[in-house]
């Protein structure tokens, strides 16, 4: 793809509309500082991105990444410091100057109308016009992107509306609603984190191909693989400061530390399994979303005592609704779901959690706490009625205190007290609070759903080590994320779920790439399982040029 | 590209009783309650429909009895053939609907005790005039609600235009005055609406009712200390009737679409230029930008907020002309609650009519139609008493707001307040 793009430099005198061309720019950013109340987020941070460089901004979750840029790109105003542009001094108030400045940015929750269509979507706010009365030129705008992807590769249709199309290549339209705005330099706020592996390495060669047009690139991460693939320069930051930067050749360990300000531990340390009978059983299962479309297209999984199965994949492939469904919390089309002996497959959700099933939700904001009640409160969601937290009638106040103030410190829950709202704490230590509400009863089967998503790494290693504690006990575990890096160190064997469906199950020192390849749907021996080619063939004509479908035929063979 | 090379459209379930097949039904069992209610029902009396303003000169006459069950049965067979092809949806159920309609008619007519005759011209001029208010209401809805703010507050709007209208044209001795007056008061509840909803971030549904109540308070107050006290503040004139040149004289279309007040034309010129304007314009592209995801639309540097004041502005100038209808065409004067829920009703019409200025616009002129000829019905005295017949509108809206619509989508962003930042 690379090769393609300077193939097509080469004879693409700049299409686009209005602005002169600018030389590449170089940007520097002189101690910003950002609070929210008493939290600050960006503590004198300084950075510069030299002319047509990659520049690699490496932080955890929290780090103050984002809050960065999105100062930088005039969402946020900063309290300190100031943004320079090739040695001047400017003011960006919104976005809009941003833009005027050469500016772009691609958010990490794409910033795409979902029923407008592409060209819509990347001429909105910067319309091509016609006549009097502000009306569209829709041709002009339609021929804009055209040439835009064509110039730098990224294959779109411009009619295609946004919502039907698959997340990476939502992707390329953010990144070609950016190069029409004349941009010379681009931030990719958490770019990879929505892509398959496969997905992410184009992203990375369109990346390289940016560069080399003259464009600089600030690439947000916390992925190290990436920036070590793809970075000129590293800056990490942790808790809102500049901790050091790093040349790309650093080993990943050096990176790692600076993140953490310690030593992590990247694996789980974990003893061979020791699978029982089964736990759970599902069979055929049929499940459909919120749009009563098919999520689950016939699942049969088993989970045994003992063991961690994981289900990899990219999110929105029916994960969601497999748990749900398994909870007790989405009706079940077809199939049925069995808890050791017993069919439960027409049970509700609190005759499911009473018989020794654990859930730790998703979505942790919505499924899994209740933002104003207290740690203490949020601590027995699940026991609240039962002896010694209360009776049917009244809850025991000062039992459940006590059990709160117990469980805050065996699971190291950083609360200012039990009686503290659940939602003044951080990501982690209320992802602390569900984990210790769920395996403080006795389990049979814990369901976990992304367990650590947007938690820092000290509650990650520590979540970790819990779900491999409850497996040592002999409770069965399914684990649902869609961090292949979490499947694989947990799991004992790894579902890889693709639109709906298990594709394989394969043990978790496969290499990365197979079960890449699985997680893009691609079985490497046989096309998709049961639908028939034909319209396969057709639903992907609708969205993909013929170039990029002969890419996915070389990767996939 | 590579993960999508193998994408398969998810394949939906093929649940049986699809839209299409519900739809068909009812419309057959409406179509079977035509025949042999209607049919049963009705007398051998032929029924008559005139095509000009009045009675005289009935140009076409149906059997009563014979009307009834043939159009029965082309309402019954028009929701079997939706039915069974699940096709043409939107052709069958207006077929089917409107016989069922011309079936009740001739039932109707041939019982009725005053009078034997329909005015179709007149039918067609009622209906518009019912529609007038509805069509600016919805417009008003839609220009807000498109760009991101509910607006309950249509009602308050209306009425507080009819108000100033009423007012000013008195007191200036110029409808015309009276007419931009009545914009002015659509624009002051608007602003209410828009500084509380967009700038306070207050519970839009909740900020919309209050202020219809607050509309009604203050006109009802106002219009007892100083027009029941002075007849001299609430005789605004009316708007004069223009006629255009032969189109006027078109059978039955003639009437009501070529005969009016500015305020008729006017309504179908703001229909036009709205329904234009979103679809083709930058203004409209960043205005539904705005009511689907306005975040997307200020990384663009689209101003957000600015934006929806502005449209909720105008939607405050459309919803007081609507108003201006009230005292000015319909009446000649104020009274308290003289809109009488108008309001609510073109809320009805904006969602009906799926938050599309040509939908709410035919919605309108559906509701229009349910009402005039409620009152042209009980002019001749048929059999069922005329507040059933007053029932029609409201027992409509609800049918076409529940079910007749389908899958109904209002903009993503639809009352949902944004603070820049968060």
Known sequence: ?557 | MTATTLDTAVVAPAAYWTRARKTGLILTVLGVIATVVFGALASSRSAHFSFGTDVSGAAMSIPGRLGAIVFGLVALGAGLALYFTQARYGLWTSISLAAFVISSLCWQISRAATGDTIALGLLAQLTVLAALPLIYGSISGVLCEKTGVVNVAIEGQLLTGAFFAAFVGSVTHNPWLGLIAAALGGVLISALLAFFAIRYVVEQVVIGIVLNSFALGITGYLYEQIMQKNAAYNSPGSLPVWEIPLLSKIPILGPAVFTGTILTYGAFLVVAVVAIALTRTRWGLRTRAVGEHPTAADTLGVRVLGLRWANVLMAGVVAGFGGAYFSMVSATSFTKNLTGGAGFIALAAMIFGRWQPIGAFLAALFFGFAGALASILGSIATPIPSAFLNMLPYIATIFAVAGLVGRVRAPAADGKPWVKGH
């Open chain 1, 1 to 557: 793809m690379t090769a393609r793009v300077h193939k097509n430099l080469a004879h693409a005198p700049a299409m686009r509309s209005a602005g002169t061309r600018r030389s590449p720019l170089r940007l520097e950013l002189r101690g910003i500082t950002k609070r929210f109340g008493d939290l600050v987020a960006n503590d004198q941070i300084s950075l510069t991105v030299e002319p047509g460089e990659i520049h690699a901004l490496l932080g955890e979750n929290g780090a103050g990444k984002s809050t960065l840029m999105n100062v930088l790109y005039g969402l946020l105003q900063p309290d300190e410091g100031e943004i320079l542009v090739d040695g001047r001094p400017i003011k960006i108030k919104g976005p809009g100057d941003a833009i005027a400045a050469g500016i772009g940015m691609v958010h990490q929750h794409f910033m795409l109308v979902p029923v407008f269509t592409v060209t819509d979507n990347v001429m909105l706010g910067a319309e091509q016009i016609r006549g009097p009365g502000g009306f569209l030129d829709h041709a002009k705008a339609r021929k804009l992107v055209v040439d835009v992807s064509h110039q730098y590769g990224l294959p779109v249709d411009p009619d295609a509306v946004v919502e039907d199309l698959p997340i990476g290549v939502q992707q390329r339209v953010e990144i070609v609603k950016a190069l029409t705005r004349d941009v010379d330099l681009l931030i990719l706020d958490e770019p990879t984190a929505v892509l398959t592996p496969q997905e992410t390495d184009e992203l990375l060669d369109v990346m390289r191909g940016l560069k080399a047009a003259g464009k600089s690139i600030v690439f947000i991460t916390h992925k190290l693989r990436e920036v070590k693939a793809v970075a000129d320069r590293i800056t990490v930051i942790r808790r809102g400061r500049t901790v050091g930067t790093a040349a790309p050749d650093a080993p990943e360990s050096e990176l790692a530390d600076l993140m953490v300000g310690r030593s992590v531990l990247l694996r789980v340390e974990k003893d061979e399994a020791v699978p029982g009978r089964p736990v759970l059983s599902i069979a055929d299962l049929v499940v459909a979303d919120d749009r009563g479309l098919q999520a689950v297209g016939g699942i049969s999984l088993e989970v045994r005592a003992g063991e961690v199965l994981g289900v990899a994949g990219v999110q929105g492939n029916g994960q969601t609704e497999l748990v749900e469904a398994v909870m007790g919390l989405r009706p079940i089309a077809a199939g049925s779901i069995k808890l050791l002996d017993d069919d439960v497959t027409a049970w509700g959700t609190r005759k499911i959690l009473d018989a020794g099933v654990g859930y730790i939700p998703e979505d942790r904001g919505v499924d899994g706490l209740v933002r104003e009640f207290s740690v203490a409160e949020n601590l027995v969601l699940d026991t609240y009625a039962k002896s010694p937290n209360g009776t049917r009638f009244a809850l025991n106040r000062s039992k459940i205190e006590s059990g709160a103030a117990e469980k805050i410190s065996e699971y190291d829950i950083r609360t200012r007290s039990p009686l503290h709202a659940v939602g003044t704490l951080s990501g982690g230590n209320q992802q602390k609070v569900i984990v210790a509400r769920e395996l403080s009863r006795k389990l049979q089967l814990l369901v976990a759903a992304q367990p650590t998503r947007g938690v820092d790494v000290g509650s990650i290693e520590f979540i970790h080590k819990r779900i491999v504690a409850e497996r040592d006990t002999g409770s069965g575990v399914l684990l649902v994320s869609s961090e292949l890096d979490e499947v694989l160190s947990l799991a004992d064997r790894v579902a890889v779920m693709y639109r709906g469906r298990v594709l394989a199950i394969v043990s978790p020192d496969t290499p990365r790439d197979e079960i890449g390849l699985l997680m893009a749907g691609i079985t490497g021996k046989q096309p998709l399982p049961a639908d028939t080619p034909g319209e396969v063939r057709e639903a992907a004509g609708d969205t993909e040029t013929p170039d990029a479908e002969a890419d996915g035929e070389e990767t996939a063979s």
